[in-house]
């Protein structure tokens, strides 16, 4: 059996969109990516370590642990073997406590590669390969975030670019997740259920494809 870990935010988590609800395994796009891998007749097991508020190497200054590269490497350490890491992360590197614009945010994800390719595994375990997924940029973001979001749609639109230098620099493998998918309109962040449903079984080709 393979085991693929999605390191990620909200956005993996399944937060519902304007609620503080979370949707069912099967609905959220990892979900959506080991049942259809598995239906595929591959043995896969998807380890979702998915933190509401993560960034990529940037602290919350009201909630501790958010900080994406802290604790990463024993994350890869107690879950080896691993066959593939999944980083989706940088939507929330563009909240308002921080001054990040697209190059930094996408520097905070090669920090993150180098850590995955450095972990402290065990003697003959294999290193991971890494696919850097964007996110869907942030549109116009509303209510209870809002606030929190304001002004990062530019910063989150540069994005996609940014990162994918950043895997061409480090030789990891890219997928933009706007070519399957937008954020919900509804707060302009997360994704709805149709939307996970989308961007897993997209992924789940990919995997397929490329790392199966």
């Known amino acids: 059996m393979q085991q693929i870990l999605v390191y990620s935010d909200s956005l993996s988590w399944g937060i519902i969109p304007a609620t503080r609800k979370r949707l069912a395994f099967d609905q959220r796009w990892p979900g959506v990516m080991e049942n259809q891998l598995t239906d595929s007749g591959h043995q896969i097991r998807v380890i979702e370590n998915c933190l509401n508020g993560r960034r990529t190497v940037w602290d919350d200054p009201f909630k501790d642990g958010r900080n994406g590269h802290e604790g990463l490497s024993q994350v890869i350490e107690m879950n080896s073997p691993l066959s593939l890491v999944i980083l989706m992360l940088g939507t929330n590197d563009f909240q308002c406590t921080h001054q990040n614009n697209a190059w930094l945010s996408a520097q905070g994800t090669a920090r993150?590669?180098?850590?995955i390719r450095q972990a402290p595994i065990e003697p003959g375990m294999p290193i991971p390969s890494v696919l850097v997924v964007a996110p869907p940029a942030i549109i116009e973001p509303k209510g209870a975030i809002a606030h929190k979001f304001a002004g990062a749609e530019k910063q989150s639109g540069e994005l996609v670019a940014a990162l994918q230098q950043i895997c061409e620099e480090h030789k990891a493998?890219?997928?933009?997740?706007?070519?399957?998918?937008?954020a919900s309109k509804v707060d302009g962040i997360h994704l709805d259920a149709p939307q996970h449903l989308k961007l897993g079984q997209a992924i789940a080709e990919l995997v397929e494809q490329k790392y199966l």
């Open 112 to 115: 993150l590669i180098q850590t």
């Open 173 to 182: 493998r890219f997928f933009d997740a706007n070519t399957v998918t937008d």
